[in-house]
């Protein structure tokens, strides 16, 4: 961090990024170095930026208290990604896995877990709907997804932010007849991209996320439904457009069917 070279710059971020536009013109502070330092420079600017209120004008989902937490909390989809690499990884309790930041940003960035939990953090208290038609109060901590975009610096025209997840799944029947394998991505706009309720969570009900779950990291977006939620996120990827990305609709069940926007 000492050898970064700090540079005083203006974060542009132009039209087409609605909710984020009290990041227009925004002096910052960041550094050029590829990585971590990168969010420190952000945090302080963040925080002087939530504290003034300035993310209010979107509605936030409801948050329960701890009482309501669900004794149980069905895990759905990918259980466990079950490949060698991810073995690998839970072997090691996830002390090389890295999230990616990358596409239209100055900073691409690449996070371990420890240097994500050393970030400021967001605990909430939410209620999870699948489609499949089942609920669950679950409690979640992780960092807030808009600082991490601040720190990695969006470029002009950026809109959405994809995450690559590490399982592929099988190809289950959905709305009429055998689907294709693939691989488990999402995407959501900037709006909620920097919605203060969107985090990367790598805690559930205080405990490290478990492998069900999505270790070591998952997204939760809380006005959107389960399967926007992606769970072992290693990559997010910040675009203009994900038409060209797998099946072209934004998600591996949007690819199959659902709605890009699933809001609750
Ligand atoms: N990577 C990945 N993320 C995923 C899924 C999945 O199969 N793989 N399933 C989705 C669906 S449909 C739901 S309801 C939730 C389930 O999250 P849970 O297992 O923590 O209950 O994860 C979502 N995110
Ligand atoms: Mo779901």
Redesign the pocket.
Known sequence: MASAKVITRRVAILGGVAGAGWLVGHADTLTLSPDFSNVFHAVEDWTKTTQRGLLVGDRLAKEYSTSDISPV??????LDPGTNEYNAHVAQNFASWRLKIDGMVANPMSLSIPELRRLPRRTQITR?D?VEGWSAIGMWTGVPLGLLLKAAALKPGARYAVFH?T?N?TGEPAKGGEQSPGQ?YESIDLRDGFHPQTIIAYAMNGKPLDV???APLRLRVERQL??K????VQRIEITDSFSQIAGGRGGYWEDRGYEWYAGI
């Not at 909390?73 to 990918?78: I, Q, R």
């Not at 939620?229 to 072992?232: L, P, R, S």
């Open positions: 909390f069905k895990a759905n989809g990918t999870h699948c997840c399982d799944l488990y069900a779950h999505g389960g399967y939620q992606a769970k072992y």
